[in-house]
């Protein structure tokens, strides 16, 4: 590892043999004043918008700092287990936890104030694309990752709550436990008893979360978003099924 961090030091640019820890250490010891500036901006941003926060993990080199062997969600998870108590818009608490942890990622707790529609980055890209051209409101939306097939899309809408037909609603669970994702491939619902993470956030391999869309968008219904994103998964899914030789279901269709 000193080796490794000894050459970059040494040296113009990047070597083929520099190690993902040393890439790391210069991104971290790289960031300014003004970019942290810029990262508090964005969260008491996104808390103003209603959205509440609370402190989560990041990623250390390759591996996440909650130092559990074997993470299974490293630095996309919450570093306390009363995350949902915890999570606030408060901004005084918000600046306290920016400034003490310039590290650290934040999550929304969702199925309070909104839920997140969830779907893969190319069938994000393509929904939105349509959405916009059909002059339907869309709310924020995040990418993250973006490195291969993982990448995800983020569709930020209201919450539905509790309807008064528990018959027409599921919790969280059902859809996509934050340990269990991997599981679920295509449309995820985040809703009571999850989180997202919200950027500005780092990844493991050098990904991020970004906005593509500021929370300075309303949070629209998302059933005004379902019908799109569910069509554009199940493209997705049949384009993968065809490549890969077998078709797994992006979402229940007959689900509303």
Do not use: K
Not at 65 to 81: D, K, L, M, Q, Y
Not at 230 to 254: F, I, K, N, S, V
């Amino acid at each position: 590892m000193g080796d490794g961090i000894g050459r970059f030091r040494g040296t113009e640019g990047r070597t083929s043999g520099e190690s993902r820890l040393a890439q790391w250490l210069r991104r971290r010891t790289g960031n300014t004043e003004a970019e942290d500036s810029q990262r508090e901006a964005l969260l008491l941003a996104t808390a103003a918008a209603g959205l509440p926060l609370a402190p989560a993990a990041y990623p250390v080199g390759p591996s996440c700092s909650c130092e559990r062997i074997g993470c299974p969600i490293p630095a996309t998870h919450p570093v306390s287990f009363a995350w949902q108590t915890q999570s606030t818009t408060d901004r005084a608490q918000i600046e306290r936890w920016a400034r003490n942890q310039p590290e650290a990622n934040f999550i929304t707790a969702t199925g309070m104030v909104n839920d997140v529609l969830d779907v893969p980055l190319d069938a994000g890209r393509s929904a939105l694309e349509r959405l916009l051209a059909q002059g339907i409101d869309v709310g924020p939306v995040a990418e993250a990752g973006g490195v291969g097939d993982r990448g995800r899309m983020l569709f930020f809408t209201a919450t539905r709550g509790t309807p008064e037909d528990e018959d027409e609603w599921w919790p969280c669970e059902l859809d996509c436990h934050p340990e269990t994702m991997d599981e679920h491939p295509g449309l995820r619902w985040h809703c009571r008893g999850s989180y997202v993470l919200v950027p500005p956030a780092r990844l493991p391999g050098e990904a991020e979360v970004v906005w593509v869309r500021g929370v300075e968008h309303p949070l629209p219904d998302p059933l005004t978003l379902l019908e799109t994103l569910t069509d554009a998964c199940a493209r997705y899914a049949a384009g993968e099924a065809e490549y890969a030789g077998h078709h797994e279901a992006a979402w229940p269709l007959g689900r509303r």
